[in-house]
């Protein structure tokens, strides 16, 4: 912040001019009155303050450039008083002449300083628009940006920022949440085997199912490529799960990707990072238990032995 004593350092140089012409001002008017004496002393004193009032005023016009319009009608002004000064040692055969020169002056003058304000007016409203616009313009920059940095691109849903951020306040929010941790199996072959348009079709379509049933009753994060968190508030998780696999029936049969997941109770003893790599541990043990009993269905049941034929 700016310091009284800054500002009066900083523009001392224009103080010193303006005290040098009401001392310089001040000195000539006296000199007048000795050297020739005017018609009325006081009225003469009085336009020869108000003429100086004016040159100050026109020399911080100048020196704040605030336009031509302003600077050649406040300086008309000037020399309008000026004119106005002199009139007093005028002869009473050249007054009316004088006056007629003054008036016009002043009316000149007048007529540009007013024209000045009124484009000071319309400049100053334009201004104000355009710094409204500019507010608008950076308000929803800093909204996109927020949502950037808190929104994953393709699903939509929070990313793994969010899920640290938010987390204390989803659990003030659900009472007793569990913590969801789902990886999708086979995801990598789809890629792999259909193209990264296909995986990513697949993501979207399983974050508008997750989101559809989630509803209001908790929050879900993408954490990776194929790996989601759910904090879910609702009565039963397992009920969740079975929902889900439901309805994700249609696309997973026609792309061959499951999933597997983790269920953990929410302790707010526990730190957020640590539920995470405890509800990771039952996803992959999930993963494995889901794999060795495929690989069990998979083996070949042993035939039964006929009955030898009976002697």
Known sequence: MTKPTDTLRKHRKYIAVHILIWVIGCF???????VSAPFQLIDFYM???????CLSTFIEIMRLRLGWLMSVGWGTFTSALALDVLDEFSPESQYMTLHDILEHFLQFGLILICIAFLQAIVTKRRLIKAFERE???????EIRLKKIAHQDALTELFNRRA????YANLLIRYKQPTLIYIDLDNFKQL??????????EYLVNFASRLKRILASQGAAFRFGGDEFVVIFGGASAEHFIIELRKQLTPINKESGVDLSYGL???SGNIAADQLIKEADELMYRNKQEKKQRQARAKQPRPRPIPDQAKD
Do not use: P, V, W, Y
Request: hydrophobic letters at 45%; charged letters at 25%.
């Open 264 to 266: 953990i109770n929410i």
């Open 47 to 53: 336009e020869g303050l108000f003429f100086f009032a």
């Open 191 to 200: 890629n792999d085997s259909q193209g990264h348009e296909a995986g990513d």
């Open 163 to 166: 899920f640290f951020e938010k």
């Open 28 to 34: 000539i008017l006296i000199s007048l009155t000795r």
């Open 135 to 141: 507010i608008e313009f950076r308000r929803q920059l």
